[in-house]
């Protein structure tokens, strides 16, 4: 089906209501008055702008047009239109999201701080839009707000009945969105129901607003990775990925949610708001590849050619009389998650008092269960790999398996089956008091502001698989033993040249046989019967640890205000007190010697923490007019580290050369930063302003993955004694601490409806904004021998915003056009100048509304318009492609309904 005919087959009954901005602190002071309507695109821009003008802190905001109405399906999206903000995308959506180059995003709903399993923080693209009044981007941090994370926070604020008009809200939508490349329509539905009214009691409110979505994709790809330095026998050194695929990725995700609210004003002083919500997600994924790896020990290599450096593989032939490392990989993965909050607050106030109380308990769980399979079209031999093909304009691998005939399914056997399931859970207690004494209204000191809040999470991870090697007379099982062999059939990548196909079992197929699969291995192969005789997969202990942490944190700081001369200046400072203390259980693993029977031991291996931090914050706005000032601020975080990465797991590899300790660390530091910014800030009409924007950031704390030598002392930390096995020499490889970060960049916005216009110019408007870091530079532990040595990942310098509007009340339309460039992605600890960037991004997209009659609005919008894919290298200047993944152009029909 072609993009252009898709709309003919979306179903649509669509969603809205019009958002109203109304804070608590408005409503409570007169609930006579008639209500804050935000409405529309200008209204949602109006109202952000009002949000970042009256701000302490440096933070943008982005307002629902409607109920269930971002200018984006899901928040990340949404984020990328924000000055400062990256994001990636991948399987049909945007996915993580960074602030001023930073990844770790710190994530808060309604203030209150929720993570996800063991993580530490919650999946922005599993909130659907629908649920949310607005989205706040905090790039700087006061002291009453929760610390955690020194990139920034985003502020996910769900709907309140008190938002609502008086008596009845219902609003609904439903959307369908095609996708170009799976060629499906991806449904989306939505239903709030809200009352505010009065009774003997005072106001009481309710809203229950539920959504479910789901959405399909696929993507292409071709690609090569981990480049390794290789001198082969009589030959030079020279650099040749470890892996190149041909491969797509397809699947759904499916997210249900639901938020109840209920509210009540017992009095103009006093009211209670207790809430919760669920937010689902369901993934199935499929992944399909054809590939080649360990090239970097092939013992022939034929056919050489080049790239310009004289020194990194363009093109080669691979041969192994025995057989290459070489196949068809079929991976599906069933991936689920679940969070529960809830929340109860308690606000009184008097003339001079402000009391907020508030509690929450939050719950969840994530996980998956995973299968593989892995075939071979016979022994393949010999293999010739073009790393820099032109199947792709930009360069991509081209692969050709010599002598293979991969349209002959007789051909074929199973080298490998494999499944795996992980996981994790979290239980989560916050609780906490905020006082705000009003001390004058004209003195310096405006306000004082002092509070506590306790936080303690218990979390716990699970992971274990099982390899299987079925076998009949010594060679792979035929394919055709295999359950869910009726349902084999070919597939391959659709980019540019690629024409290359294989078989392949889907995974589906094969999750839906796996009991069969099981009873096979268990018949084929011996050695691994007793690991399958089991549902699942027993668990990895070294994988599997459970923690308990606690925090306590306190901050005092107040809002002062005084005159230069005429010119009004206002701001606050203050300081949070935070200390983190906690318990860590795992396993460690060594192996046994001749005094125990060469036994492995297995151990419980419990681990404990507590480090504290002071975090000041100022800043100050300087009132040149009522239009135009001066922000000024200095802030500081602090990062924690994960609970995966400082769990307390070792295991020892006894080599013939060395010993190697793999492990988690305990010792790992919390990331901290110092943050210095300024704002120059100009607004006018509604919703206009020219901003222009600076930061300086250092960071302490990074961290790196790496292998370093360690002393026979420190081994026997480990419980190694080095000479019981006969080595002299040992080695620990963990995740460390590395050494600072400095970001430095500038930001600008410029934003204006034509409101000076004559006739229907009037109802247009345009929204431009960039950032720029000059400076991204984290002092990894390897010499600055290279380009790009110590560029920090997912660090694009720039990005770039450009949006043109049309609104009237019946009538508005969006054109929109992001811009990343390039930023590197990881790094490639073997090879550290080879580590992975991806290119420069863009995306086009438009949308138009129409609203026939007040309580109904039909929208039409398409994405990725240009049908930009994603394009990734070796190497900061670009020593070899690393291929290129395929992004789909989506065309989206909906209506909102709302009375």
């Known amino acids: 089906m072609k993009l252009s005919t898709a709309l003919s087959s979306i ?54 047009e409607d109920v269930g109405k971002l200018p984006d399906n899901n928040v990340p999206e949404a984020l990328a239109r924000v000055t400062g903000v990256q994001i990636d995308r991948a399987r049909g959506q945007g996915q993580d999201v960074t602030i001023r180059g930073l990844s770790g995003v710190q994530t808060t709903v309604n203030g209150n701080n929720t993570n996800l ?95 479910m979505t789901k959405t399909n994709y696929r993507e292409n790809f071709i690609e090569s990775e981990s480049p390794f330095s290789v001198t082969p026998t009589g030959g030079s050194e020279m650099v040749i990925p470890y892996r190149a695929q041909y491969g797509l990725e397809q699947g759904s995700v499916k997210r249900p949610s639901i938020n109840g609210v209920l509210q009540w004003r017992a009095s103009d002083k006093l009211d209670f708001v207790l809430e919760g919500s669920y937010l689902g997600s369901r993934e199935k994924r499929s992944v399909e590849r054809l590939y080649v790896q360990d090239m970097q020990v092939v013992p022939n290599y034929s056919d050489l050619v080049f790239m310009p450096d004289g020194k990194t593989v363009k093109s080669v032939t691979l041969t192994n009389p025995n057989g290459l490392n070489a196949g068809i990989d079929s991976l599906f993965n069933s991936i689920h998650s679940n969070l529960y909050t809830t929340n109860l607050e308690a606000h009184w106030h008097s003339d001079r008092v402000q009391i907020n109380a508030g509690a929450q308990y939050n719950w969840s769980n994530e996980g998956n269960y995973f299968v593989e399979s892995i075939l071979k079209p016979g022994t393949i031999r010999s293999a010739s790999v073009d790393f820099a093909s032109d199947l792709y304009s930009k360069g991509a691998p081209s692969i050709t398996f010599n002598g293979v005939d991969l349209n002959n399914l007789s051909s074929y ?15 989560e207690l916050a609780a906490q008091a905020d006082l705000t004494l009003q001390v004058s209204d004209t003195g310096f000191l405006r306000n004082l502001q002092v509070g506590g809040r306790f936080n303690q999470r218990r979390t716990s991870r699970y992971y274990g698989y ?13 394919l055709s033993m295999f359950p869910g062999f009726d349902d084999a059939s070919m597939v391959g990548p659709d980019i540019g040249g690629a024409t290359t196909q294989w078989y392949r079992i889907p995974g589906a197929s094969v999750l839906s046989n796996i009991d069969a699969i099981r009873a096979l291995i268990q018949q084929t192969d011996p050695a691994n019967a007793n690991n399958f005789a089991g549902v699942y997969p027993s668990s990895d202990r070294g994988q599997t640890f459970s923690s308990n942490e606690k925090n306590f944190a306190a901050y005092a700081q107040f809002n002062y205000g005084f005159e230069i001369g005429s010119i009004p200046v206002d701001g606050l400072a203050g300081v949070r007190y935070t200390n983190t203390w906690g318990t860590s259980n795992s396993f460690n693993f060594r ?45 500081t975080n602090v990062s924690r580290p994960g609970f995966y990465d400082s769990r307390p797991f070792y295991t020892v590899d006894v080599g013939s050369t060395s010993a190697v300790v793999f492990a988690g660390n305990p010792a790992l530091k919390a990331q901290r930063e110092q943050a210095f910014d300024v704002s120059a800030e100009y607004y006018f009409g509604r919703g206009g302003q020219v901003s222009l924007a600076g930061y300086y950031k250092k960071a302490t704390g990074f961290l790196y993955y790496s292998r370093e030598q360690v002393t026979a002392t420190e081994m026997a930390a480990y419980g190694i004694n080095l000479a019981d096995y006969g080595l002299s020499t040992g080695y620990v490889e963990q995740l460390r601490n590395a050494g600072d970060g400095t970001f430095i960049g500038l930001e600008g916005t410029v934003q204006s409806f034509f409101d000076f216009l004559p006739g229907i110019l009037k109802n247009f ?135």
């Open 11 to 64: 179903m649509i009954i669509a969603i809205g209501t019009p958002a109203i901005a109304q804070t608590a602190d408005v409503a409570a002071e007169d609930t006579s008055r008639a209500d804050i309507v935000v409405t529309g695109v200008r209204g949602s821009v109006e109202a952000a702008v009002t949000k970042k003008k009256n701000a302490k802190q440096i933070v943008d905001s982005i307002v629902a």
């Open 117 to 211: 399993g063991d993580g530490r923080s919650l999946n922005l693209s599993d909130i659907p839009a629908e649920l949310l009044k607005q989205v706040d981007v905090y790039k700087t941090r006061s002291a009453d707000q929760v610390e955690g994370s020194i990139a920034g926070a985003v502020n996910v604020e769900l709907r309140r009945p008190f938002d609502m008009k008086k008596g009845w809200t219902i609003a609904g939508s439903a959307r369908g969105s095609y996708d170009d490349i799976s060629e499906k329509v991806s449904p989306y539905g939505s239903l709030l129901v809200a009352n505010r009214f009065e009774t003997g009691i005072g106001e009481i409110g309710f809203l229950i607003n539920a959504s």
């Open 413 to 427: 056997g199973v080298e490998r089956f494999q499944d795996n399931r992980g996981g994790s859970k979290n239980k």
């Open 466 to 478: 099982r390899d299987g090697f079925p076998r009949v007379g010594g060679a792979f099982a035929p």
């Open 591 to 635: 192996p046994g010697t001749p005094a125990n029977g060469n036994q492995q031991i297995v151990e419980q291996s419990p681990g404990a923490g507590n480090y504290y931090d002071l975090l000041p914050t100022v800043s100050a706005v300087v009132h040149f007019t009522p239009k135009a000032q001066l922000r000024l601020s200095y802030s």
């Open 765 to 899: 408007g345009a929204s431009m904004n960039a950032s720029h870091i000059f400076k991204a530079r984290i002092e990894y532990p390897y010499p600055e021998d290279f380009p790009g040595a110590f560029d920090s990942p997912n660090t694009s310098k720039w990005t770039a915003n450009a949006t043109l509007f049309y609104d009237t009340p019946k009538f508005s339309a969006r054109v929109a056009y992001n811009y990343r460039s390039s930023y590197r992605l990881s790094i490639w600890q073997e090879n550290p100048e080879y580590s992975p960037y991806n290119g420069s991004t863009s995306k086009l997209d438009a949308a138009v509304n129409y609203t026939p009659v007040p309580f109904m609005t039909l929208s039409l919008e398409a994405s990725n318009i240009l049908g930009n894919d994603v394009f990734r290298y070796h190497a900061s200047q670009n020593l070899l492609p690393l291929g290129v993944r395929t992004l789909a152009r989506t065309l989206q029909g909906s209506v909102r309904f709302r009375f």
